[in-house]
């Protein structure tokens, strides 16, 4: 018999691995948060989730097209699913249709495909559409709602959902609800400190479920935790980035709230506000924009920690998530180039290793 | 006794289940022999026979000319029909300088010299029969074993590790050597050991070998310098470097040999091939090859002679279940294709293996999404992701820099890449181009040096025929003053 | 103490003269990339940066304003910072030929840098004492070195991947400072001075 | 007016005394570049690159008159040495690595003219008058001064063979998936 093989390098066997795996599970992962999510803030959410995925998958398409690459295999590697969802759970949940459209076409096309799609991307591009539209569009995107569960009662229909997508976006002001977050950087800039500010609003264990007003998939901590914890077992995600993260800002928070209790909030209302928790397990994690060795991770992750406190307590902006990871975002190459792991046989200078009884094993 | 840690690594499936169980048999003898000159790293041996000679099994028919180079015997007795060029067991199927043997089947050996006692020879000797034996490591690197075995006049040494590892999967010419020829190994570390002049020998076997494991410690119980020793299975264990840190917690320096730090390894089938080569004169001129992979029929030991055709090895083994994907000498982390089944088993072959395109799990390649799963996998402390972006880019430069050099091309990178990245190849690439172009830099300085000279020799030309003209034109001068002068006086 | 701590702070990154206030922009997209040479480049803008603040602080305050000459400022200014670029090319020549080779007309184009004169000229518009001044332009021009370090190292990537022909070269450079000053708005309101 | 003129004037001497000053001190000799660019060019003076030579042709890289990508026989390796010692990037996969190129004769019709041989910059062509000239191709660079030359065209340029020990993996193709048809 006589067969013809193809001569290609080695090694000839490999792991059941590949990219598309690794993001259906990241898929998986966020679909708990994503589902309770929908369900919380009812069909405009629902509206927004679809808009903003199909059209990341439609900029997609359309840039690979354009670009004369292959589209198949692109589209199937749901990295475009995952930048729309990623994008959808960061944004509030009633925000009108084109806030999703104008982000994913931002987060595909400035974010990813510009750079050479798949992989080449220098910022997170999720977070890339996430700051612009924050900075361009800041009334739609600080509007939050509270939680209005579908089929609950005062929860609006299929049809007025339709409308708070996909019609006028200044009817929300009579409903609008801050998050908590936002209400501390407000009254704390009225002069009111947090013992009275922190009255009447939403408690640990409220924000632990994520009953409150916020982005569509950030406000239940436990959940994203669990997606978290499900990465974390397939090794999908090192454990370095979401803990040195969430340990910095834990740390900061703590030593803040000791020194001037009155202005600093403590360190739980710090993890489970806000987009940290779902930043520190899916955002600031993203394998093509995070530091590839394990020190460089660190780095990272403290930075990000840091940024976010920083931000959070000082800046403008009542969170910085997203400023945070797209500044570390600019700093991984830097990381990449000066934090390197030791080669074997040399020192972390990369010269050869040098045995002090090495001139007795070699005779002259 | 205690282990240390290395870096990285994979577990990819062993799979030797396939072949494990399968006692070493011969092969029947092949109408054709063909056997290359060159099966080692070095210089190609020099035939010493001729077309049509007839020769004997062991008979020395191309000898080594260097330094670093190995003897090429005959493995039976029969006429050389031809001296020329044949396809190469290797993936690029150039041609090489090959001896074509047609056996008479009598298998006749040649007058071999009475056995003796090993421990009466002078270190030189050993030395020397090994190098006579033409033998090289067997794990598939072909170092000529006695230059290894020399290391002792330049070198400190005082440990002996035999590399049983065998840590690629499908392959287990080693464990079965171990399991059936445990005394005979075990002779051949005492040699060896001897020829080094060390204090002690490790025999480190992985821990998913116990049967082999067991006959070795058998064979040793008596030998209380020789220790064996059960190490994890993790690819890639059997890496001379890294099975040196793993027993002795010592990491080799950079660009350095194991003997640097005292430390000599031999494949244990190297060891087996020294026992019969000193005590009993016989040249390397068989060896044990795993045939195996899905898509084999009966997956085999076999002991084979050198230079018979991969498609006898095939077809004793029932040939295919199924259309392989891949064929390749050695195992399937490190192993080559070759490029026909017409190629000939050498010196370095541990296996054979076909395999079916779901054993390989191979898929088109993606680009690279940086999930640094290569850098937690590489046993070398090195960053792939960014070494194959350089390479690509054509920056070779770039990519030795971050320390392509240090590369061992184990493949445990490529093996974890979820976009399957052909890594390895890449890496191999730019060695390749890096060595093409030093010789084309070596080219340079030679033509250069020779442009000089051509330069040189212009010169002097010239001047010399100013010169000439010179003189000439003096002559002239003279003449006509000459002339002059008889003129005026006439 | 701490107000000089937040000067610094505040001229590094809230008003960052590249990302925030878009100066000396050529050097930004000329000589970034390599990390070594925009280290090299960053150090020697950090060089020339605090010491024409501070002559030019010192012309301003010890020669323009007695002699009321207040329309010679940036005739003098520029002719202050040429010197001193001067002197930085000769210093880097002979200290390291390698780096001299590297940044090339970049160097002397220091002159130009409007980040320079930009910094010289605000000292004297937000009449900043003496120590403000060094503070001042010694924070620019950290903040100017920063954000070319960081550049650096994105184009080294950058010089690595499949951009598209369209975009590969200056547009994608330009996409990602834009990218990178949309980070870096998160400072705003950090330090409001 | 007058405070003006006076206060630049003194400003500029003031500022070009120091400078002349510093330019005493910080003195640097000579320009270095030129030998050590010499020092890597191939040196066979074959003037392929429109200069008259390696050492022309390195003056004119090291005052920026010409391209680093100037040299055929230097190849890619040359241009990669040139753009670290000068610290210029270039995009290297725009500049193309010819397959290197011998001299082969083509002994039918050679008439033993010795044009070749006299022409050859490194010697590489041997032969006497009247005899068959052959090429070491070990020697030769490539440089083509001996096609021009021939009178009967019979040395044509051929890519060296590809031998067992230079044999090296090909670069895979650009990561782009293609379709890669299953058996």
């Given at each position: 018999?006589?067969?013809?093989?193809?001569?290609?390098?080695?090694?000839?066997?490999?792991?059941?691995?590949?990219?598309?795996?690794?993001?259906?599970?990241?898929?998986?992962?966020?679909?708990?948060?994503?589902?309770?999510?929908?369900?919380?803030?009812?069909?405009?959410?629902?509206?927004?989730?679809?808009?903003?995925?199909?059209?990341?998958?439609?900029?997609?398409?359309?840039?690979l097209?354009?670009?004369?690459?292959?589209?198949?295999?692109?589209?199937?590697?749901?990295?475009?699913?995952?930048?729309?969802?990623?994008?959808?759970?960061?944004?509030?949940?009633?925000?009108?249709?084109?806030?999703?459209?104008?982000?994913?076409?931002?987060?595909?096309?400035?974010?990813?495909?510009?750079?050479?799609?798949?992989?080449?991307?220098?910022?997170?591009?999720?977070?890339?559409?996430?700051?612009a539209?924050?900075?361009?569009?800041?009334?739609?995107?600080?509007?939050?709602?509270?939680?209005?569960?579908?089929?609950?009662?005062?929860?609006?229909?299929?049809?007025?959902?339709?409308?708070?997508?996909?019609?006028?976006?200044?009817?929300?002001?009579?409903?609008?609800?801050?998050?908590?977050?936002?209400?501390?950087?407000?009254?704390?800039?009225?002069?009111?400190d947090?013992?009275?500010?922190?009255?009447?609003?939403?408690?640990?264990?409220?924000?632990?479920?994520?009953?409150?007003?916020?982005?569509?998939?950030?406000?239940?901590?436990?959940?994203?935790?669990?997606?978290?914890?499900?990465?974390l077992?397939?090794?999908?995600?090192?454990?370095?980035?979401?803990?040195?993260?969430?340990?910095t800002?834990?740390?900061?928070?703590?030593?803040?709230?000791?020194?001037?209790?009155?202005?600093?909030?403590?360190?739980?209302?710090?993890?489970?506000?806000?987009?940290?928790?779902?930043?520190?397990?899916?955002?600031?994690?993203?394998?093509?924009?995070?530091?590839?060795?394990?020190?460089?991770?660190l780095?990272?992750?403290?930075?990000?920690?840091?940024?976010?406190?920083?931000?959070?307590?000082?800046?403008?902006?009542?969170?910085?998530?997203?400023?945070?990871?797209?500044?570390?975002?600019?700093?991984?190459?830097?990381?990449?180039?000066?934090?390197?792991?030791?080669?074997?046989?040399?020192?972390?200078?990369?010269?050869?290793i040098?045995?002090?009884?090495?001139?007795?094993?070699?005779?002259? | 006794?205690?282990?240390?840690?290395?870096?990285?690594?994979?577990?990819?499936?062993?799979?030797?289940?396939?072949?494990?169980?399968?006692?070493?048999?011969p092969?029947?003898?092949?109408?054709?022999?063909?056997?290359?000159?060159?099966?080692?790293?070095?210089?190609?041996?020099?035939?010493?026979?001729r077309?049509?000679?007839?020769?004997?099994k062991?008979?020395?028919?191309?000898d080594?000319?260097?330094?670093?180079?190995?003897?090429?015997?005959?493995?039976?007795?029969?006429?050389?029909?031809?001296?020329?060029?044949?396809?190469?067991?290797?993936p690029?199927?150039?041609?090489?300088?090959?001896?074509?043997?047609?056996?008479?089947?009598?298998?006749?050996?040649?007058?071999?010299?009475?056995?003796?006692?090993?421990?009466?020879?002078?270190?030189?000797?050993?030395?020397?029969?090994?190098?006579?034996?033409?033998?090289?490591?067997?794990?598939?690197?072909?170092?000529?074993?006695?230059?290894?075995?020399?290391?002792?006049?330049?070198?400190?040494?005082?440990?002996?590790?035999?590399?049983?590892?065998?840590?690629?999967p499908?392959?287990?010419?080693?464990?079965?050597?171990?399991?059936?020829?445990?005394?005979?190994?075990?002779?051949?570390?005492?040699?060896?050991?001897?020829?080094?002049?060390?204090?002690?020998?490790?025999?480190?076997?992985?821990?998913?070998?116990?049967?082999?494991?067991?006959?070795?410690?058998e064979?040793?119980?008596?030998?209380?310098?020789?220790?064996?020793?059960?190490?994890?299975?993790?690819?890639?264990?059997?890496?001379?470097?890294?099975?040196?840190?793993?027993?002795?917690?010592?990491?080799?320096?950079?660009?350095?040999?194991?003997?640097?730090i005292?430390?000599?390894?031999?494949?244990?089938?190297?060891a087996?091939?020294?026992?019969?080569?000193?005590?009993?004169g016989?040249?390397?001129?068989?060896?044990?090859?795993?045939?195996?992979?899905?898509?084999?029929?009966?997956?085999?030991?076999?002991?084979?002679?050198?230079?018979?055709?991969?498609?006898?090895?095939?077809?004793?083994?029932?040939?295919?279940?199924?259309?392989?994907?891949?064929i390749?000498?050695?195992?399937?982390?490190?192993?080559?294709?070759i490029?026909?089944?017409?190629?000939?088993?050498?010196?370095?072959?541990?296996?054979?293996?076909?395999?079916?395109?779901?054993?390989?799990?191979?898929r088109?390649?993606?680009?690279?999404?940086?999930?640094?799963?290569?850098?937690?996998?590489?046993?070398?402390?090195?960053?792939?992701?960014?070494?194959?972006?350089?390479?690509?880019?054509?920056?070779?430069?770039?990519?030795?820099?971050?320390?392509?050099?240090?590369?061992?091309?184990?493949?445990?990178?490529?093996?974890?890449?979820?976009?399957?990245?052909?890594?390895?190849?890449?890496?191999?690439?730019?060695?390749?181009?890096?060595?093409?172009?030093?010789?084309?830099?070596?080219?340079?300085?030679?033509?250069?040096?020779?442009?000089?000279?051509?330069?040189?020799?212009?010169?002097?030309?010239?001047?010399?025929?100013?010169?000439?003209?010179?003189?000439?034109?003096?002559?002239?001068?003279?003449?006509?003053?000459?002339?002059?002068?008889?003129?005026?006086?006439? | 103490?701490?107000?000089?701590?937040?000067?610094?702070?505040?001229?590094?990154?809230?008003?960052?003269?590249?990302?925030?206030?878009?100066?000396?922009?050529?050097?930004?997209?000329?000589?970034?990339?390599?990390?070594?040479?925009?280290?090299?480049?960053?150090?020697?803008?950090?060089?020339?940066?605090?010491?024409?603040?501070?002559?030019?602080?010192?012309?301003?305050?010890?020669?323009?304003?007695p002699?009321?000459?207040?329309?010679?400022?940036?005739?003098?200014?520029?002719?202050?910072?040429?010197?001193?670029?001067?002197?930085?090319?000769?210093?880097?020549?002979?200290?390291?030929?390698?780096?001299?080779?590297?940044?090339?007309?970049?160097?002397?184009?220091?002159?130009?840098?409007?980040?320079?004169?930009?910094?010289?000229?605000?000292?004297?518009?937000?009449?900043?004492?003496?120590?403000?001044?060094?503070?001042?332009?010694?924070?620019?021009?950290?903040?100017?070195?920063?954000?070319?370090?960081?550049?650096?190292?994105?184009?080294?990537?950058?010089?690595?991947?499949?951009?598209?022909?369209?975009?590969?070269?200056?547009?994608?450079?330009?996409?990602?400072?834009?990218?990178?000053?949309?980070?870096?708005?998160?400072?705003?309101?950090?330090?409001?001075? | 007016?007058?405070?003006?003129?006076?206060?630049?004037?003194?400003?500029?001497?003031?500022?070009?005394?120091?400078?002349?000053?510093?330019?005493?001190?910080?003195?640097?000799?000579?320009?270095?570049?030129?030998?050590?660019?010499?020092?890597?060019?191939?040196?066979?003076?074959?003037?392929?690159c429109?200069?008259?030579g390696?050492?022309?042709?390195?003056?004119?890289?090291a005052?920026?008159?010409?391209?680093?990508?100037?040299?055929?026989?230097?190849?890619?390796?040359?241009?990669?040495?040139?753009?670290?010692?000068?610290?210029?990037?270039?995009?290297?996969?725009?500049?193309?690595?010819?397959?290197?190129?011998?001299?082969?004769?083509?002994?039918?019709l050679?008439?033993?003219?010795?044009?070749?041989?006299?022409?050859?910059?490194?010697?590489?062509?041997?032969?006497?008058?009247?005899?068959?000239?052959?090429?070491?191709?070990?020697?030769?660079?490539?440089?083509?001064?001996?096609?021009?030359?021939?009178?009967?065209?019979?040395?044509?340029?051929?890519?060296?063979?590809?031998?067992?020990?230079d044999?090296?993996?090909?670069?895979?193709?650009?990561?782009?998936?293609?379709?890669?048809?299953?058996?």
């Amino acid at each position: 018999m006589k067969i013809t093989v193809p001569i290609i390098g080695g090694p000839y066997t490999h792991e059941t691995s590949s990219i598309n795996r690794l993001m259906l599970w990241v898929m998986l992962a966020l679909l708990p948060v994503t589902a309770y999510g929908l369900y919380l803030f009812g069909w405009p959410a629902i509206f927004l989730f679809t808009v903003t995925v199909l059209t990341a998958i439609i900029a997609e398409a359309l840039s690979l097209w354009i670009a004369r690459r292959p589209i198949k295999p692109f589209l199937l590697d749901g990295s475009a699913v995952l930048t729309g969802w990623l994008l959808a759970l960061t944004l509030p949940p009633w925000a009108p249709w084109w806030v999703g459209v104008v982000g994913s076409l931002l987060a595909i096309v400035i974010g990813k495909q510009v750079f050479g799609g798949l992989g080449q991307n220098l910022f997170n591009p999720a977070m890339v559409a996430r700051v612009a539209l924050l900075i361009s569009f800041p009334l739609q995107l600080t509007t939050f709602v509270a939680p209005h569960p579908l089929f609950a009662a005062g929860s609006p229909g299929f049809m007025d959902s339709l409308h708070v997508t996909f019609g006028h976006a200044a009817q929300l002001d009579g409903i609008s609800s801050a998050t908590l977050l936002g209400h501390i950087r407000t009254q704390l800039s009225q002069g009111i400190d947090l013992s009275k500010a922190l009255l009447n609003q939403p408690s640990l264990t409220q924000l632990l479920w994520g009953n409150t007003a916020g982005s569509m998939g950030e406000t239940s901590a436990l959940l994203i935790l669990a997606g978290g914890l499900l990465l974390l077992a397939r090794r999908i995600i090192s454990w370095r980035i979401p803990v040195a993260m969430l340990a910095t800002v834990a740390v900061l928070a703590t030593i803040m709230h000791m020194l001037d209790p009155l202005r600093y909030p403590d360190a739980a209302y710090h993890l489970l506000s806000g987009s940290l928790m779902l930043g520190a397990f899916f955002i600031a994690t993203d394998l093509v924009t995070s530091p590839v060795t394990g020190k460089g991770q660190l780095l990272y992750a403290v930075g990000c920690g840091l940024l976010i406190y920083v931000i959070r307590s000082w800046s403008g902006f009542p969170e910085g998530v997203a400023f945070a990871v797209l500044l570390m975002n600019a700093l991984t190459p830097l990381i990449d180039y000066y934090i390197k792991p030791r080669v074997y046989g040399r020192t972390h200078r990369g010269e050869p290793i040098q045995y002090a009884d090495e001139a007795t094993s070699k005779k002259s | 006794m205690k282990l240390f840690k290395i870096r990285g690594g994979v577990h990819p499936d062993d799979r030797k289940k396939l072949s494990a169980n399968k006692a070493i048999e011969p092969m029947p003898m092949p109408k054709l022999l063909r056997i290359p000159l060159q099966q080692h790293i070095g210089a190609p041996a020099e035939p010493v026979v001729r077309k049509g000679d007839k020769v004997l099994k062991g008979q020395l028919l191309a000898d080594s000319k260097s330094v670093i180079s190995a003897a090429v015997h005959a493995p039976t007795s029969g006429q050389i029909m031809a001296i020329g060029n044949y396809m190469a067991p290797h993936p690029s199927g150039l041609p090489i300088r090959t001896i074509t043997l047609k056996p008479d089947h009598d298998d006749r050996w040649i007058e071999l010299p009475a056995e003796v006692d090993p421990f009466t020879l002078t270190l030189d000797e050993i030395v020397k029969r090994v190098a006579d034996a033409g033998i090289v490591g067997m794990g598939g690197a072909t170092f000529p074993s006695a230059v290894k075995l020399g290391l002792r006049k330049r070198y400190e040494l005082h440990t002996l590790v035999l590399n049983g590892a065998e840590c690629e999967p499908y392959l287990t010419c080693d464990d079965r050597l171990m399991r059936e020829q445990a005394d005979d190994i075990l002779d051949g570390i005492r040699i060896m050991m001897h020829a080094l002049q060390v204090e002690q020998a490790l025999i480190a076997i992985e821990n998913n070998k116990p049967e082999a494991l067991a006959a070795m410690r058998e064979a040793s119980s008596g030998f209380n310098k020789i220790k064996v020793i059960n190490v994890p299975t993790r690819y890639p264990m059997g890496s001379e470097k890294h099975l040196v840190q793993t027993l002795t917690g010592k990491e080799t320096p950079a660009r350095a040999l194991t003997a640097d730090i005292g430390i000599v390894v031999h494949n244990v089938a190297t060891a087996h091939a020294v026992h019969d080569a000193v005590r009993f004169g016989r040249p390397l001129i068989s060896r044990v090859v795993t045939v195996s992979g899905g898509a084999i029929q009966q997956p085999r030991n076999l002991h084979v002679l050198i230079g018979t055709p991969v498609q006898d090895l095939l077809d004793y083994c029932g040939g295919f279940l199924e259309q392989p994907s891949h064929i390749l000498s050695g195992g399937p982390m490190m192993g080559h294709p070759i490029p026909d089944t017409k190629v000939p088993v050498i010196k370095g072959f541990n296996g054979v293996i076909a395999l079916t395109a779901k054993e390989t799990a191979i898929r088109p390649p993606m680009p690279c999404i940086r999930c640094a799963n290569c850098v937690t996998a590489c046993p070398c402390g090195l960053v792939p992701l960014e070494m194959a972006a350089r390479a690509r880019n054509g920056d070779l430069q770039g990519a030795v820099d971050l320390g392509l050099m240090d590369c061992i091309a184990c493949g445990s990178c490529a093996y974890v890449c979820p976009a399957h990245v052909p890594l390895v190849q890449y890496f191999n690439y730019a060695k390749g181009e890096l060595t093409l172009r030093q010789r084309a830099e070596h080219k340079q300085a030679e033509t250069k040096r020779l442009a000089e000279q051509r330069a040189v020799r212009i010169e002097h030309q010239k001047k010399a025929k100013r010169e000439a003209m010179m003189r000439r034109r003096q002559e002239a001068a003279r003449k006509k003053a000459a002339a002059q002068t008889t003129e005026t006086e006439v | 103490m701490t107000e000089y701590l937040l000067l610094l702070l505040g001229t590094a990154l809230v008003n960052n003269v590249v990302l925030v206030k878009f100066l000396g922009l050529c050097p930004f997209m000329g000589v970034s990339n390599k990390v070594d040479s925009a280290l090299g480049m960053g150090l020697a803008t950090t060089f020339v940066l605090t010491l024409a603040a501070v002559a030019s602080w010192l012309l301003e305050f010890y020669v323009l304003q007695p002699l009321n000459l207040g329309f010679l400022r940036i005739l003098t200014f520029i002719l202050v910072i040429a010197a001193v670029v001067q002197f930085t090319e000769m210093a880097v020549k002979k200290v390291s030929p390698a780096l001299y080779q590297v940044l090339g007309i970049f160097l002397p184009l220091i002159t130009t840098n409007c980040a320079v004169l930009g910094v010289a000229l605000l000292n004297v518009q937000q009449h900043h004492g003496f120590v403000e001044s060094v503070l001042y332009g010694f924070g620019s021009a950290v903040g100017f070195t920063l954000v070319l370090l960081i550049f650096s190292g994105l184009r080294e990537r950058l010089a690595l991947s499949d951009v598209p022909k369209a975009f590969a070269g200056a547009p994608i450079g330009f996409i990602v400072a834009g990218l990178l000053s949309l980070a870096f708005m998160g400072f705003s309101g950090l330090v409001t001075s | 007016m007058l405070a003006a003129i006076t206060s630049l004037t003194i400003l500029g001497i003031a500022l070009g005394y120091l400078l002349g000053l510093a330019s005493r001190y910080l003195k640097v000799e000579g320009n270095p570049l030129q030998a050590e660019i010499e020092e890597l060019l191939p040196g066979s003076q074959c003037g392929q690159c429109g200069y008259p030579g390696c050492t022309a042709a390195a003056d004119a890289i090291a005052n920026s008159q010409a391209e680093i990508t100037i040299c055929p026989p230097g190849g890619l390796a040359l241009v990669e040495k040139l753009a670290s010692k000068l610290g210029v990037s270039i995009d290297l996969s725009s500049v193309e690595d010819k397959a290197p190129m011998v001299a082969f004769v083509n002994e039918a019709l050679c008439i033993g003219c010795t044009k070749c041989f006299k022409q050859c910059p490194t010697d590489a062509l041997a032969g006497g008058p009247k005899q068959i000239h052959t090429v070491i191709s070990d020697a030769c660079t490539g440089c083509e001064k001996c096609v021009d030359i021939c009178p009967t065209e019979c040395v044509a340029m051929r890519p060296v063979p590809i031998t067992l020990q230079d044999w090296h993996w090909p670069k895979p193709d650009a990561v782009v998936v293609t379709q890669v048809s299953v058996v």
